[in-house]
C-alpha cells in the first residue's frame, strides 16, 4: 500500500505467488495449484514538498495455473495505474503524517492475464503514519470503484504495518492486508464459473457472487537500507480468512531507490 512521505524513487518488484491447491467457489471446489510471477517498477516524483506523482502498476504477469485449470496459462502485460498524493499533516512534533491521494488503473493491459477488463477503476485512499523513537505504525484506507460495474467489483481496501529500526540493516515488519467486496459483477470466470472471491491487489474479476466477502492476508518481512538513497527488502504473507480464493502465499522481494 502507499506510503504516505512523499519521495522521488524507482521501485522494481518481484512477486511470487502461490495458488491454493483447491479452488472453492459458489457451488463447488475444484483441484488448482500452480503459480504466478509479477515483475513490475513503481515510480514517484516528489513535484514539492508535500505534492508526488505516483505509477503505482504497470509490468508483466506469468499466470501459470494447475488442476482444472492447467490448459489456461497465460502471460501478458498488467493494467497501468497512476495518480498524485498530497501530504495534508505533518507533523514533526507529534511525529505524525497524514497523506491523501488518488490512482487511475487504465485497461490497458493482456486480457490472456486478465487485465484489460471494464473501464478501469478509481483507487481513492488515504494513508498515515505514526512514530514512537524506533517503532513506526503506517496504515492505509482506500475504496477501489469500477467504472463498469458488470465487468470488475467495488472494493474497501485496508491496510496495517508494523515495524521497528532494530540496525540499519535489519527492520523487521508485520503487515496486515484486507479486501472487503462492496458489489457483484457479472463476470464468470472463463465464461461458467461463478466465483466468490477476487484477486486481490492483482486482479478484478468482476466475480458474480463476491459482494460481502472479506479477504485478507497477514505476513511480514524486513527491510535494510543498504546505503542513504537505497534500500532493498523481503516479504512473505498468506492468506487467512475464508474463502482465500486464489491467493494461497506470497513472496515479495523490491528495491527502493531514492533520488
Not at 513490475?40 to 505509477?55: D, G, S
Not at 497501468?80 to 495534508?88: D, E, H, I, P, R
Amino acid at each position: 500500500f502507499e506510503d504516505p512521505r512523499i519521495t522521488s524513487e524507482v521501485r522494481p518488484i518481484f512477486m511470487q505467488h502461490w495458488l491454493p491447491d483447491t479452488f472453492d467457489f459458489s457451488g463447488g471446489s475444484v483441484p488448482l495449484g500452480g503459480d504466478a510471477q509479477v515483475f513490475a517498477v513503481q515510480l514517484r516524483y516528489a513535484l514539492t514538498e508535500r505534492l508526488a506523482l505516483i505509477a503505482t502498476k504497470d509490468g508483466y504477469i506469468q499466470f501459470k495455473p494447475g488442476g482444472a485449470l492447467q490448459a489456461n496459462h497465460g502471460y501478458g502485460w498488467a493494467d497501468l495505474a497512476a495518480g498524485v498524493k498530497y501530504l495534508l499533516v505533518d507533523s514533526e512534533e507529534h511525529h505524525f503524517l497524514l497523506t491523501p491521494g488518488l490512482t487511475i488503473t487504465l485497461p490497458t493491459g493482456s486480457p490472456s492475464v486478465h487485465q484489460g477488463d471494464g473501464g478501469g477503476e478509481w483507487n481513492l485512499f488515504v494513508s498515515g503514519a505514526k512514530a514512537w523513537n524506533d517503532f513506526h505504525v503506517t496504515g492505509n484506507l482506500g475504496f477501489r470503484i469500477p467504472n463498469n460495474f458488470d465487468e470488475q467489483t467495488a472494493q474497501m481496501h485496508y491496510s496495517l504495518q508494523l515495524d521497528y529500526y532494530v540496525h540499519k540493516y535489519f527492520i523487521p515488519f508485520f503487515a496486515l492486508n484486507g479486501y472487503t467486496i462492496l458489489t457483484d459483477g457479472d463476470d464468470l470466470l472463463l465464461g461458467a464459473v461463478p466465483l466468490n472471491t477476487e484477486m486481490y491487489d492483482l486482479i478484478n474479476f468482476g466475480s458474480t457472487n463476491a459482494k460481502g466477502t472479506t479477504q485478507l492476508t497477514v505476513g511480514g518481512g524486513f527491510r535494510s537500507h543498504l546505503l542513504e538513497n537505497l534500500d532493498v527488502g523481503v516479504a512473505y504473507e498468506v492468506g487467512v480468512v475464508e474463502p482465500v480464493g486464489i491467493f494461497d502465499s506470497r513472496v515479495t522481494v523490491d528495491m527502493i531507490w531514492r533520488f
